[in-house]
């Protein structure tokens, strides 16, 4: 997972210090728009998928893989073919149907229309072995009566996990940056990915199982990366890599690798949650109506896919961007940090929330390098979904594919879509954008609950992302990053 967090984080964004006005354009209503037949062909069988495999991994990527289907088709909704695909994959379905603008995008939240069941990687899911033979809430669909019960437990330790959210998170951040500054002194630069992904998952196993990482020296040191492999294995056959082709393609991207590998750690993390997160299991079973076995693998899941997996993307994505800034944002974002916190209050999520610009940094990170690019639906009814400009009808039973990075760089929504804009969400019009910001599987401006597959840590993500940019520019004038490495710091005066 580290190896894939940095080949995710090496292109950065093109920054522009100045704010846009929001071409935002009345789209016409679905029954005034012209029913179009869906572009674009499946190929051969057999044939066809594997060719898109190829182009999707090896001569494409996945960026150029549908930009290239987009102004081929001259439509933002086509057919393709999504890996992984033949020759070992012969239960999964590979067709999709893409929809890569706001609008056609906004479908996938629609519940009446579309369902989640065992979709959350397109039709492919990893054996039940990796959750212990558990069909955890994420694969759950609405309609599933423990899809509420798993909801309304996870938005449950997010409640509970508020008042001691804070002070947790900032007292790993001084671990982490301590141990970062000490091997700049010592080396000339000192690499990131370590002490963060240690400090995230301190945080998360503390704040959502109340369990204490640095009770069992093992967990404290490892249990990260048992996390790390135990995400690499699910999602590998979906992941570009960037390695040497074609062994990439044979060995990554050809079968699904069996849990018996990570098997021993995920047992580990399962015991320690099991014996330090009595609490929190407990409420489980007495106030959702869970079994033991479903609360700790439902745990697991959270806290290691979303929680640890997300933010171990998200946050180097963050000090990437800031770290090899030359247009003054550094300075605009420390100036708006220092004047918010005066020289006693302390961060919280009080005074983040008055910190217009750092928010608005975040959520166009969000926008621009969306953590999860992608999201699923498949078809519940026959309907009509719409585009800006035309009506397609979408048959029961078809996969719908939010190819996310290209549908949050729409150009009837955001001005210059291209350019990473930091102060793209201030002010009364760049709050207005936030409709269309969905990067949580469903619209910044929604709210999770039991009846939707929002994230239920939507807005407590870009709060403690906030945090995490306002601590740096509390800790630091300004900071030099290349490679995921700081290669040099000047504290704060």
Known sequence: ??????????????????????????????SALPVRAIPGSYGLPLVGPFLDRLDYFWFQGPETFFRKRL????????????????????????????????????NLFDMEAVEKKDILIGDFMPSLSFTGNIRVGVYLDTSEPKHTQLKNFSLDILKR???????????????MWGTVETG??????????????????RFFTKTLAGADATSSSEIADYGFAYLDKWLALQIIPTQKIGILQPFEEIFLHSFSYPSILVSSGYQKLYDFLKKEGMEVIQRGETEFGLTEDETIHNLLFVLGFNAFGGFSVFLPGLISTLGSDETGLQKKLREEVREKLGSTQKLSFESIKEMELVQSFVYESLRYSPPVPFQYARARKDFVLSSHDSSYEIKKGELL????????????????????????????????????????????????SASNKQCAAKDIVVLTASLFVAD????????????LSLTAVEKAK
Do not use: H
């Open 401 to 448: 594919c939010g190819y996310q990075l290209l549908a949050m760089r729409d150009e009837k929504i955001f001005s210059e879509p291209e350019k990473f804009v930091a102060d793209r969400f201030t002010g009364e019009k760049g709050r207005e954008l936030l409709k269309y910001l969905y990067w949580s599987n469903g619209p910044q401006t929604g709210s999770p």
């Open 184 to 201: 700049l002194a010592k080396n000339g630069s000192s690499s990131l990915i370590v002490p963060l992904q240690k400090c995230i998952f």
């Open 472 to 483: 740096l520019f509390r800790r630091y004038d300004s900071f030099s990053v290349s490679s």
């Open 71 to 106: 102004d081929k088709y001259k439509s933002t909704v086509f057919r393709t073919n999504i890996p992984p695909t033949f020759p070992f994959f012969t239960s999964v379905n590979p067709k999709v149907v893409a929809v890569l603008d706001c609008k056609s995008f906004s």
């Open 161 to 175: 996990s508020s008042s001691v959210w804070v002070s947790e998170f900032l007292s790993n951040l001084d671990i």
């Open 1 to 30: 997972m580290a190896a894939m967090v940095t080949q995710m984080m090496t292109s950065l964004p093109r920054m522009s210090s100045s704010s846009v006005t929001p071409p935002i354009v009345a789209s016409p209503t679905p």
